[in-house]
């Protein structure tokens, strides 16, 4: 990878520089004359060994090749030249992987240059405009633009044409255990359904009686809901000497927020009636220490 960029900072070009080198790979087409458009011989373009996404599903390669077959490669590939007559896929992996099933000898594509760093992001950009992103997937991304590049939650709203009540709400999903994300995944629960879920105790559990019980997302909202009565009324009865009231709806989406813009899991500690408390940062490895050291030191 490229040294001597500040991640934290972003890149300079910045996002939406590099979000309308994407959408221009989508607007460009190999029947008209483009004055930055090539053919090149499928042999001399590599993929990305940095792509985000691995897995690239049969069925939908297939459907894609079929196209291809019978239409040609609509959409040029974006390429940056990593050597003399080679090139790398900046964009466009799977109608490079669909062509080569389709026997095709040549590709259309547009030339661009850019940095190790830029590659990586622009293949997240990308991702995260495919229509097929499970919201994990969606999620992930986003998290990887903030954690790599240091891009803020308004800056990829902007630049993606989201809105930041969105992005924020899919990455407060990552605080999910990882077997509800899973689910997610599989499609067995909605984003609505995890999104309901995340102020729970025992997220698994009620992602279960969910997916069992066929729930909405509003019978979700409501059985979160009466967890949390039923652990309000166990919590104002003290146990011992040291029990603590339930926390609040507010306190546990902030606890949510943070974790999200930290990446790890974040408890709020308040004293009732009192101004001060406590918070808990938990990390699940060295590594993760690292990071949230060097977010904090600002390097």
């Given at each position: 990878?490229a040294?001597?960029?500040?991640?934290?900072?972003?890149?300079?070009?910045?996002?939406?520089?590099?979000?309308?080198?994407?959408?221009?790979?989508?607007a460009?087409?190999?029947?008209g004359?483009?004055?930055?458009?090539?053919?090149?011989?499928?042999?001399?373009?590599?993929?990305?060994?940095?792509?985000?996404?691995?897995?690239?599903?049969?069925?939908?390669?297939?459907?894609?090749?079929?196209?291809?077959?019978?239409?040609?490669?609509?959409?040029?590939?974006?390429?940056?030249?990593?050597?003399?007559?080679?090139?790398?896929?900046?964009?466009?992996?799977?109608?490079?992987?669909?062509?080569?099933?389709?026997?095709?000898?040549?590709?259309?594509?547009?030339?661009?240059?850019?940095?190790?760093?830029?590659?990586?992001?622009?293949?997240?950009?990308?991702?995260?405009?495919?229509?097929?992103?499970?919201?994990?997937?969606?999620?992930?991304?986003?998290?990887?633009?903030?954690?790599?590049?240091?891009?803020?939650?308004?800056?990829?709203?902007?630049?993606?044409?989201?809105?930041?009540?969105?992005?924020?709400?899919?990455?407060?999903?990552?605080?999910?255990?990882?077997?509800?994300?899973?689910?997610?995944r599989?499609?067995?629960?909605?984003?609505?359904?995890?999104?309901?879920?995340?102020?729970?105790?025992?997220?698994?559990?009620?992602a279960?009686?969910?997916?069992?019980?066929?729930?909405?997302v509003?019978?979700?909202?409501?059985?979160?809901?009466?967890e949390?009565?039923?652990?309000?009324?166990?919590?104002?009865?003290?146990?011992?000497?040291?029990?603590?009231?339930?926390?609040?709806?507010?306190?546990?989406?902030?606890?949510?927020?943070?974790?999200?813009?930290?990446?790890?899991?974040?408890?709020?500690?308040?004293?009732?009636?009192?101004?001060?408390?406590q918070?808990?940062l938990?990390?699940?490895?060295?590594?993760?220490?690292?990071?949230?050291?060097?977010?904090?030191?600002?390097?």
């Amino acid at each position: 990878m490229a040294s001597g960029i500040d991640r934290k900072r972003g890149l300079g070009r910045g996002l939406s520089a590099l979000m309308s080198d994407v959408a221009e790979s989508e607007a460009v087409v190999s029947a008209g004359p483009v004055a930055a458009e090539r053919t090149i011989p499928i042999e001399q373009i590599s993929a990305n060994p940095d792509q985000p996404r691995k897995r690239f599903e049969d069925g939908d390669l297939d459907d894609l090749t079929n196209s291809i077959r019978e239409k040609g490669v609509i959409q040029p590939l974006i390429v940056r030249s990593i050597g003399t007559d080679q090139y790398e896929i900046v964009a466009g992996e799977r109608r490079w992987r669909a062509a080569q099933r389709a026997q095709l000898h040549a590709l259309p594509v547009v030339v661009r240059e850019f940095t190790d760093v830029e590659v990586l992001e622009v293949a997240i950009i990308e991702n995260i405009q495919r229509a097929d992103l499970n919201p994990i997937e969606e999620a992930a991304g986003y998290r990887q633009l903030m954690d790599r590049f240091g891009h803020t939650q308004e800056k990829m709203a902007e630049a993606l044409g989201k809105s930041r009540s969105h992005i924020a709400n899919l990455l407060r999903l990552l605080n999910l255990p990882e077997a509800v994300l899973e689910m997610v995944r599989q499609g067995g629960l909605s984003a609505g359904h995890a999104r309901a879920l995340i102020p729970a105790e025992d997220p698994l559990k009620l992602a279960q009686q969910i997916i069992k019980g066929g729930l909405s997302v509003r019978a979700a909202e409501a059985l979160v809901k009466k967890e949390q009565a039923a652990e309000m009324v166990d919590t104002t009865v003290p146990k011992s000497k040291g029990a603590v009231v339930a926390k609040d709806a507010d306190t546990k989406a902030l606890e949510g927020d943070l974790s999200a813009a930290l990446g790890m899991k974040v408890v709020l500690t308040h004293k009732p009636g009192q101004e001060d408390g406590q918070m808990t940062l938990h990390y699940k490895s060295l590594e993760e220490l690292d990071e949230l050291c060097r977010k904090l030191g600002g390097g």
